[in-house]
């Protein structure tokens, strides 16, 4: 089962390998991984999406974790009501014949064309990763050049900030 969890963590050189490595080295599977600052200067949030077998085993990469100097915080969001997104960019072949369709999906998918050239078109797309599946599936009719995703970011939703969970 995928889990996702929040990892706050002190900003510093070597934490998401320290983190990264633990998790694989027990033989569990990172499915996503995202890093970026939080709302505090000097505290990096991890958003982890890990297949585990069951919640022992998910305990267990838990416990791992929190035994790291510099982890400050780890919080399960698949246990609270939370918003989850990713994004992502295509690039799709864009001749003058099926531009104006590429442009209907698009807008059909609520996404935006941020790059156009005479044979190629750039999407970008924020949402749930069944909505990016969802696009890729329409566009590879088109032919997909390139994709690149962020990976899962989540918040909690409500009052309450991650740190005090």
Do not use: W
């Not at 982890?48 to 929190?66: A, G, M, R, T, Y």
């Not at 989850?84 to 864009?94: D, F, H, P, S």
């Not at 990763?129 to 969802?134: E, L, N």
């Not at 590879?140 to 390139?146: C, S, T």
Request: contains cysteine; proline residues 1%.
């Amino acid at each position: 089962m995928k889990y996702t969890l929040a990892v706050l963590v002190e900003n510093r050189p070597g934490v998401l390998t320290h983190i990264s490595g633990l998790i694989s080295r027990r033989a569990f599977n990172i499915e996503s991984i995202a890093a970026g600052h939080s709302e505090e200067v000097d505290t990096t949030r991890i958003t982890i999406d890990v297949e585990v077998d069951d919640e022992l085993e998910l305990e267990q990469v838990v416990h791992q974790l929190s035994k790291l100097v510099d982890v400050i915080k780890i919080v399960n969001l698949t246990r609270v009501d939370h918003i989850e997104r990713e994004l992502a960019l295509i690039k799709v072949k864009a001749s003058k014949v099926n531009r104006s369709d590429l442009v209907d999906i698009v807008e059909i998918f609520r996404a935006k064309i941020v790059d156009v050239n005479r044979e190629t078109m750039v999407v970008e797309l924020t949402g749930e990763a069944s909505k990016i599946d969802a696009l890729c599936e329409v566009l590879v009719d088109f032919g997909i050049i390139e994709i690149v995703r962020t990976g899962k970011i989540a918040l909690s939703r409500g009052p309450i900030a991650a740190k005090e969970m």
